[in-house]
């Protein structure tokens, strides 16, 4: 039984950074990617960044880059994203999933795992 488990989130001033935390467990992750998204009240959910477990390639959204950034500890199965110079506009409940079919999406339905999700909010 695949398992994501978040951390993190809160609020926060603009220009503030937070660091959200997703620990996995329960398969080998080797062979997936770990993705961030995340969704506003009355807004679909929409991609923010991605991590292939091995080999470090990663992928942002446009709304995010320079800005976030997400890395991940092999050794203790967990993925993050720093986020920096947050905005109103970043208001949002993040979630991460993981991909085992297709990686480095930037679609949710090609995730196959979902964490519980964390409020994010920037107070301006």
Known sequence: ???LVQSGGGLVQTGGSLRLSCAASGRAFS??????FRQAPGKD???VAATK????RTSAADSVKGRFTISRDNA???VYLQMTSLKPDD???YYCAAA???TLSRTSSDYDYWG???QVTVSS
Do not use: D, H, M
Not at 31 to 36: D, H, I, M, P, Q
Not at 53 to 56: A, E, L, P, T, V
């Open 91 to 93: 208001t949002a409940v």
């Open 116 to 118: 519980q999700g964390t």
């Open 1 to 3: 039984q695949v398992q």
């Open 53 to 56: 477990w091995s080999g470090g």
């Open 31 to 36: 062979n997936s990617a770990v993705g961030w």
């Open 76 to 78: 203790k199965n967990t």
């Open 100 to 102: 085992f079919r297709i």
């Open 45 to 47: 959910r929409e991609f």
